[in-house]
């Protein structure tokens, strides 16, 4: 059903190449010259493609922001293109015009993991991979039959770029959420005595920090199950709700590490501790504030009660204790860790290299070796299924494919958005947090700002543009409102929706699409908008 779902959306793309056309600029001369003043037809200064695995989606290669040609060397080779492979990036065809009727698979797509579940919750569960996959295909075929015209950038078509780079970065994404889930499955924590305010309150004050250490993903799967069983007999939904709050986002703005989009920072020339540095003030405002609204609620909810004769009364307490077995899962979450490093370490020593997505393999073979060593009983311990990690697997593929043409639009207009303070990157870049993939999104919002100030989405350009403060408010702004704002929605940010689906696959009934989001109104907006006053307007 999956093949026919792509072959049949594959079609319907191709038919719509033949009745919708697309429109490129006029001449390969006016793109040139375009470029050379660091602007598509539409005034947007637009990002450097150059680099091989550059994830910003819809982004269109320029010259230097001066105008002035790039600096060859003796062999008429730029210096940045033979860092990566020896190509010169010299030569760009002509750039396509995104219409906005081609976003409306992707809204088709968000509109259909929201309601679906709601208007039919067994169709959805056995035919979403349907949707994403016809989904995606009517893009992909758009991309690769429309933007089809030859010598865009290396031998290859504007669509065929583009699509390489998505399915780059789906490769990179799913390897390290994936690892992370299966290496964790193998991993058991055990957590002795019951669920109260102050027990859990702690754990996840706990998983806030370790989100910097393993990741977001990595905490969510290591702490979910056993946060769930510690709390057996009280547990409601709005505790997992908190819980994809705290440590499926909002902890892990500290690393590049923590949250994705921080990670593709990192991969830009954002320096590694710049976050920690610039971001943990807000950082602690944000998960204590969250951390107080749990506790709360939780002591509201009260204790774990028994049925006998005489009516309910509390369960008995029991001492509390925390035990950790599972090295060889240990092991393998420090090796998929340290293979995030693999890709930027080797490519100043192994331009040839560049483009092949090493440390993603590395992570696949590592989480591969994992499951096989782990003890089968930790498994069964902590009720490890592959379903997880599936149905985000599946359903990113057509998020990642639907959301090209979405950040091309927004790269090509985003002049239109009048983004020239920190506070309009904050919530332009968590509006679009919300409700696109969150990494992406940064990116596309640091181009933005990159491209205002004059500089390139490089190393050299993001540390001339952090020199200075606006630049490091702006950037402060939307790694954070990538960060938090991902939590809004179940598809804001890759853990959401795992630890909602580990939820579930445990029997607790988790809020819809519409439901979690109402929460998220209720409940954590009201702390981004302190954020947002206290460090933008008070002290900004």
Known sequence: MWCASLVLGAVLGWGLVLMAPPSYESSQHEAADSQAHGQDSNGFEIASAGDELDTTIGAVPQQHADGTEPEVDGDGVEPLAAAHGGEADHHYGPAPQIPLWLVVPFAVLLGSIALMPFINEGFWHHHFPDFAFFLGGITLAYYLFGFNEPDYSHGMSYGGYQMKHVALEYIQFIALIGGLYVASGGILINVSGRGTPVVNTGLLAVGAVIANIVGTTGASVLLIRPFMRVNKGRLKPIHVVLFIFIVSNCGGALTPIGDPPLYLGFLKG????????????????????????????????????????????????????????????????????????????????APALAGIPLGAMVQVVVAIAAYKIANPAYHQANEFTFFPVKEVGLLFVGIFATMAPALGYLAAHGAELGLNSPTKFYFATGALSGVLDNAPTYLNFLQVALSAAGEELNAEGIHSFIDHEPGIHELMAISLGAVFFGAMTYIGNGPNFMVRAIAESQGLKMPSFFGYMARAIALLLPVLLAIWLIFFVILG
Do not use: R, Y
Not at 301 to 308: M, N, T
Not at 309 to 318: K, L
């Open 270 to 349: 954002v320096p590694f501790f710049w976050t920690l540095t610039h971001l943990w003030p807000m950082w602690a405002v944000c998960v204590g504030m969250l951390l107080a609204v749990f506790f709360i609620i939780d002591t509201m909810i009260g204790p774990a009660k028994v049925s006998d004769d005489e009516g309910e009364a509390p369960v008995a307490s029991e001492p509390f204790g925390v035990s950790i077995k599972g090295m060889s899962g240990i092991i393998a979450l420090a090796l998929i860790i340290g293979a995030v490093f693999l890709d930027p370490a080797l490519k100043p020593v």
